[in-house]
């Protein structure tokens, strides 16, 4: 039997609300259709409430609920946002092979926004994977050249693959636009120090204390750098006031010398 077009059920709903001159049959009759008609904007709307609760649990930091919720529009209307924001819930989950998914299925669908290439490099970065998170980095200083962040997080996954002096200029331009990034200064710190240019590094970590004076890595490494020109004394002082201020955060020892562990 061939379905019945809109105007059929439009001309049929009519006729039985007029037989039976019931008040509460035009209005249902009149659902009816509209579903019929519209069901895109509906879903549409019922989509972008879910998509702003799941958000609002996210940012609040019930991830299980903002992953739930984004699962169920990804499910039914697979955007970009959807799977991006889902990504972000993943990733504060430490399910970073899912984030990556999610963050590559955002970049599939809307390659032009520079935030899915920036989050998924961060992922990528922190699992060890360095050239392909340099390449994200890379991507996203292209879609948005103010995002000077990224440059930052470029030049730790350069320097962890030993690659000093290119993590240098990139350093170098990101301070240049944040010059109050302390995070910054104490990267430069370590791969300075790590070259053996102890006295530069010791004023980057100074600089990087002045604005990150909670931070016991910097004490830590600003230690070990006074300890190689010879600055015992000092050099101690640092590495008790790293351990007490370790100590007092109730978080357990970071590996000495590690760097970028501020990160």
């Known amino acids: 039997m061939p379905r019945p077009s809109q105007e059929e059920i439009l001309i049929a709903g009519t006729v039985v609300c007029m037989r039976n001159r019931s008040p509460l049959l035009p209005a249902f009759y009149g659902l009816l259709i509209l579903s019929a008609v519209m ?29 739930s919720i984004l699962s169920q529009l ?15 819930a993943l990733a504060a989950k430490g399910k970073d092979s899912q984030a990556i998914d999610d963050f590559s299925g955002a970049i599939t669908l809307d390659p032009r926004q520079a935030v899915y290439y920036f989050r998924r490099g961060i992922v990528l970065s922190r699992n060890g994977m360095y ?49 109050n990034n302390g995070a910054l200064y104490a990267l430069r710190g370590d791969i300075l120090s790590s070259a ?50 370790a100590l007092a955060m109730r978080s357990p020892a970071r590996p000495m010398g590690a760097p970028g562990n501020h990160w």
């Open 39 to 67: 069901p895109s904007l509906l879903c549409a709307q019922d989509y972008q409430v879910e998509f702003e609760r799941g958000k609002a649990a996210l940012e609040a930091g019930h991830l299980d609920e903002a992953e």
């Open 74 to 88: 990804v499910s039914v209307d697979p955007q970009a946002q959807h799977y991006y924001y889902r990504g972000l």
């Open 131 to 179: 050239e392909e998170a340099i390449a994200d980095f890379t991507k996203t200083a292209e879609l948005d050249p103010g995002q000077a962040q990224a440059l930052g997080y470029r030049a730790r996954a350069l320097f962890m693959m030993n690659r000093r002096e290119q993590a240098l200029q990139d350093l170098s331009r990101s301070i240049q636009a944040n010059p």
């Open 196 to 245: 053996g240019e102890y006295v530069s590094a010791i004023r980057d970590y100074d600089r990087a204390i002045q604005l990150r004076p909670n931070d016991p890595t910097i004490y830590n490494n600003r230690g070990i750098a006074l300890a190689n020109i010879g600055k015992t004394r000092e050099a101690l002082a640092e590495v008790n006031a790293a351990m007490d201020m």
